[in-house]
């Protein structure tokens, strides 16, 4: 009797458990919908202008640094990368790393950071990551230290006084509300880099959602390993179509990761480019709710004008000093027009070019950029052609 009753209120219990865990996963199941926008094409008279500024830096980079190697024209996206992936077998611009750390090394004034690049540099010997004999973590950990040394050091001579690039983003636009900012290193892909930028608003939000909050909380030192290990089939699909969107929507903190293959010189216009993002991200409310679902919505052609904008606008002081730093720049925006002249990068930065490309005006302009509700609006206010909207909506859907 005992034992039946026993049995009966076991039964009792597991099923309420069952029932109640079945209830709970009801009431918690919900999808994330995750928008990026419809892709666009800038009107060609503004396609024309940028590209004709682009050829004109190509000629300029030319004359200051003969040894580039900077073709006219690309057959092909592998062509593009293989100028810039200090990794890959054809490169042939490492002496445009040299250069661009001589030059840091003649700028610096602390010891410390002197000694510190010497050791980096081997006393001039290693330029790039491929530099270094070893396995391929042994020149991922010396790529970070190389970013993290660029970002920190203040080998930059601006009205007399030493800063960072940190500090020049800083005095360039100054209402940016993050505190600080890590660097990491995003392995196993060609040259590539990404951020994660999660606002205190959103973070606020996902808290009302503990299912997308424990994913959140797993990759809180972002580890790109992790992300398959979810077991949600929907974010591993998702992550497979390009892990770099990931972090934007996962990563709670301010990030930024680079491939090893970015070599010094490309690094500065790249690690401003994605703190560019988070500058955008940082003070918005990307997350909301509708229904039964929840949209993460973020229009790439903005995100990517603001990035090319901050980095135009940030870098102009050093322009003439380091003309280096512009190769990654113009060899993408210029390589993009030809291969791919929809993609956001290159459309944002050439719908926005007479505003940002040699007016002392341009960090006002990117201020009002970086509170634009979009791009069409942006383009109105200052009274520029409109950017023609094209092909499906960007979106992909996690199911919780
Ligand atoms: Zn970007």
């Known amino acids: 009797m005992k034992s039946k009753l026993f049995l009966l209120l076991s039964f009792g219990t597991v099923s309420f458990m069952v029932f109640g865990l079945v209830n709970a996963q009801a009431r918690e199941s919900f999808k994330l919908r995750i928008e990026r926008g419809r892709l666009a094409r800038a009107d060609l008279e503004s396609e024309s202008q940028h590209e004709f500024y682009l050829s004109e830096r190509r000629s ?139 606002s205190q608003k959103d973070f606020e939000f996902v ?34 179509q390009h892990v770099g969107h990931v972090p934007d929507v996962f990563f709670n903190g301010t990030k930024i990761w680079l491939s090893p293959s970015i070599g010094p010189a490309d690094a500065v216009d790249t690690m401003v480019h994605e703190v560019g993002h988070i500058a955008l991200d940082i003070n918005r409310s990307n997350f909301t709710k509708s229904n039964e ?26 322009q003439d000093r380091y003309p280096e730093i512009e190769f990654s720049k113009v060899l993408k925006l210029s390589g993009l027009g030809q291969l791919k002249p929809t993609d956001p990068h290159f459309a944002g930065a050439s719908s926005v070019h007479s505003l940002f490309a040699s007016s002392d005006d341009s960090p006002r302009y990117l201020r009002e950029l970086l509170k634009a509700k979009s791009i069409e609006e942006f383009l109105e206010h200052h009274r520029l052609r409109q950017i023609v909207r094209i092909g499906e909506e960007d979106t992909a859907e996690i199911a919780f």
């Open 60 to 198: 300029l980079l030319r004359t200051k640094i003969p040894s580039l190697d900077f073709p006219n024209k690309f057959d092909s996206f592998e062509d593009l990368l293989s100028r810039v992936n200090t990794q890959s077998t054809d490169y042939r611009n490492r002496g445009l790393h040299c250069q661009f750390l001589n030059k840091v090394r003649d700028d610096l004034v602390s010891e410390k950071e002197i000694e510190l690049l010497e050791w980096l540099t081997d006393h001039g010997r290693i330029c790039i990551a491929s530099d270094i004999s070893g396995d391929s973590s042994s020149q991922a950990g010396w790529s970070t230290e190389m970013h993290q040394f660029l970002w920190k050091s203040k080998w930059i001579r601006k009205y007399g006084a030493n800063l960072s690039l940190s500090e020049l983003v800083r005095e360039t636009v100054p209402n940016m509300t993050f505190e600080t900012m890590d660097i990491g290193t995003w392995p196993d892909v060609p040259f590539d880099a990404t951020y994660g930028s999660m």
């Open 207 to 240: 808290s009302n959602f503990p299912p997308l909050q424990t994913i959140i909380k797993l990759f809180d030192d972002f580890d790109f390993e992790k992300v398959g290990q979810t077991g949600l089939e929907s974010l591993d699909q998702y992550t497979r």
């Open 293 to 318: 679902q929840i949209i993460y919505s973020k229009d790439r052609v903005l995100d990517e004008t603001v990035a090319e904008s901050f980095s135009l606008t940030v870098l102009r002081p050093l």
